[in-house]
């Protein structure tokens, strides 16, 4: 009788003893190096109307102001290449915090940040504090070049919101029009993202606007440029002044997600120095050759560059938190 409750005790004992082991490996893998695992199907039974309800907001801004699915993108990209696609570039400054939107790439370029507040705003009402602003952003890319024209991706989603935001990353990380191409490459390398990557993501330029500021130097100071389109631009961006002038990054379809962006940079009407630069480099030019003759291949490289760069996350396990609002940590 004694042994048969004692066996029972040590079978117990075993079982605890496994639990515990269990929960101490688990415990461990979270704070190890795992990343927030991300899935198609995140939102499937938390928040199934997630997907709809960013659609709808993008599509209703994208009706009233075309423009908006390039920014739209463009802070997809600005959030992610500052330590992950943690939502770190919708966090608004205040008395005690200076966030990324003060960063010399962001201040007075970023575009759609009360799209993303009404978004959030109709998800918290479907459900409450659930999806995070980075998959906000993350979606919100996709529809965007989508109803521009342009491919669609399954977007991975599970991402989770930084609690803080890095100007000084920003500034560091985030790339400039006047870059080179060496630095443009490593720019993208430090992110894990090749060069085909760089090339195909920078077709992103085929929607969207830059200011005067932005491609000044190049229509005054390259060399690597079509005379009648320097002159063109250069009437409309004098050398001081009217600094806010907008020049749509494709000329003739800005709001068409093409690969003419790939045709302009053969016969040297990239817009900005650094678009340019990826058909200065002999390494560069059979990928942009390529996209400039396939429109396929183009969107193909796009989308799988997108979904690679969507995975940029520095946050692991629990870290962070899904915001309630997008421009304040909770
Ligand atoms: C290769 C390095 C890149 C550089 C140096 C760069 C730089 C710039 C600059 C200077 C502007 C104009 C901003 C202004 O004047 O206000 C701009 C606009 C834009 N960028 Fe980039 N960019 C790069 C890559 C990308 C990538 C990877 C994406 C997205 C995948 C992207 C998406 C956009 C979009 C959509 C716009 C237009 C935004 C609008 O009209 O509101 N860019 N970029
Ligand atoms: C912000 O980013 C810069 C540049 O990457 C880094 O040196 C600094 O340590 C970061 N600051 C914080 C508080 O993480
Ligand atoms: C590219 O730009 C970087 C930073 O401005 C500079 O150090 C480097 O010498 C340039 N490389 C070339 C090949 O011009
Ligand atoms: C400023 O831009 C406008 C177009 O928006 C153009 O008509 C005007 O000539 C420009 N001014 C100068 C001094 O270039
Ligand atoms: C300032 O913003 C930061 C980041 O969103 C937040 O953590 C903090 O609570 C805010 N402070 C105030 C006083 O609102």
Not at 114 to 140: F, H, M, Q, R, W
Not at 276 to 298: C, G, H, M, W
């Given at each position: 009788?004694?042994?048969?409750?004692?066996?029972?005790?040590?079978?117990?004992?075993?079982?605890?003893?496994?639990?515990?082991?269990?929960?101490?490996?688990?415990?461990?893998?979270?704070?190890?190096?795992?990343?927030?695992?991300?899935?198609?199907?995140?939102y499937y039974h938390t928040c199934p109307e997630a997907a709809q309800i960013?659609?709808?907001?993008?599509?209703?801004?994208?009706?009233?102001?075309?423009?908006?699915?390039?920014?739209?993108?463009?802070?997809?990209?600005?959030?992610?290449?500052?330590?992950?696609?943690?939502?770190?570039?919708?966090?608004?400054?205040?008395?005690?915090?200076?966030?990324?939107?003060?960063?010399?790439?962001?201040?007075?370029?970023?575009?759609?940040f009360e799209v993303v507040d009404l978004i959030k705003a109709k998800l918290?009402?479907?459900?409450?504090?659930?999806?995070?602003?980075?998959?906000?952003?993350?979606?919100?890319?996709?529809?965007?070049?989508?109803?521009?024209?342009?491919?669609?991706?399954?977007?991975?989603?599970?991402?989770?919101?930084?609690?803080?935001?890095?100007?000084?990353?920003?500034?560091?990380?985030?790339?400039?029009?006047?870059?080179?191409?060496?630095?443009?490459?490593?720019?993208?390398?430090?992110?894990?993202?090749?060069?085909?990557?760089?090339?195909?993501?920078?077709?992103?330029?085929?929607?969207?606007?830059?200011?005067?500021?932005?491609?000044?130097?190049?229509?005054?100071?390259?060399?690597?440029?079509?005379?009648?389109?320097?002159?063109?631009?250069?009437?409309?961006?004098?050398?001081?002044?009217?600094?806010?002038?907008?020049?749509?990054?494709?000329?003739?379809?800005?709001?068409?997600?093409?690969?003419?962006?790939?045709?302009?940079?053969?016969?040297?009407?990239?817009?900005?120095?650094?678009?340019?630069?990826?058909?200065?480099?002999?390494?560069?030019?059979?990928?942009?050759?390529?996209?400039?003759?396939?429109?396929?291949?183009?969107?193909?490289?796009?989308?799988?560059?997108?979904?690679?760069?969507?995975?940029?996350?520095?946050?692991?396990?629990?870290?962070?938190?899904?915001?309630?609002?997008?421009?304040?940590?909770?």
């Amino acid at each position: 009788m004694s042994r048969v409750i004692n066996t029972m005790a040590f079978l117990k004992f075993s079982a605890l003893l496994w639990c515990i082991l269990v929960l101490i490996a688990s415990l461990s893998h979270v704070e190890g190096s795992t990343r927030v695992e991300l899935s198609t199907g995140y939102y499937y039974h938390t928040c199934p109307e997630a997907a709809q309800i960013v659609e709808d907001g993008v599509l209703l801004a994208v009706k009233s102001d075309t423009r908006m699915g390039a920014s739209l993108l463009r802070l997809h990209f600005h959030d992610c290449f500052v330590n992950g696609c943690d939502g770190s570039v919708l966090l608004d400054d205040n008395a005690t915090f200076t966030g990324e939107k003060t960063a010399f790439p962001n201040s007075g370029s970023l575009r759609g940040f009360e799209v993303v507040d009404l978004i959030k705003a109709k998800l918290e009402e479907a459900c409450p504090g659930i999806v995070s602003c980075a998959d906000i952003l993350a979606l919100a890319s996709q529809y965007a070049v989508y109803h521009l024209g342009g491919p669609s991706w399954e977007v991975k989603l599970g991402r989770r919101d930084s609690l803080t935001a890095n100007r000084t990353a920003a500034n560091v990380f985030l790339p400039s029009p006047a870059s080179n191409i060496t630095t443009l490459t490593s720019n993208f390398a430090v992110q894990g993202l090749s060069f085909k990557d760089m090339v195909a993501l920078s077709g992103a330029h085929t929607i969207g606007f830059a200011r005067c500021t932005a491609f000044r130097s190049r229509i005054y100071n390259d060399v690597d440029i079509n005379p009648p389109f320097k002159q063109y631009l250069q009437s409309i961006c004098p050398r001081v002044g009217n600094d806010s002038v907008l020049q749509g990054m494709d000329l003739k379809t800005p709001s068409h997600f093409d690969n003419l962006y790939y045709k302009n940079l053969l016969v040297k009407k990239g817009l900005l120095h650094s678009d340019q630069e990826i058909y200065n480099s002999n390494k560069a030019d059979p990928i942009v050759r390529k996209f400039s003759r396939s429109l396929t291949k183009f969107y193909k490289s796009f989308a799988k560059a997108m979904i690679k760069m969507g995975d940029i996350s520095h946050l692991t396990g629990t870290q962070g938190e899904v915001r309630l609002h997008c421009r304040k940590a909770n």
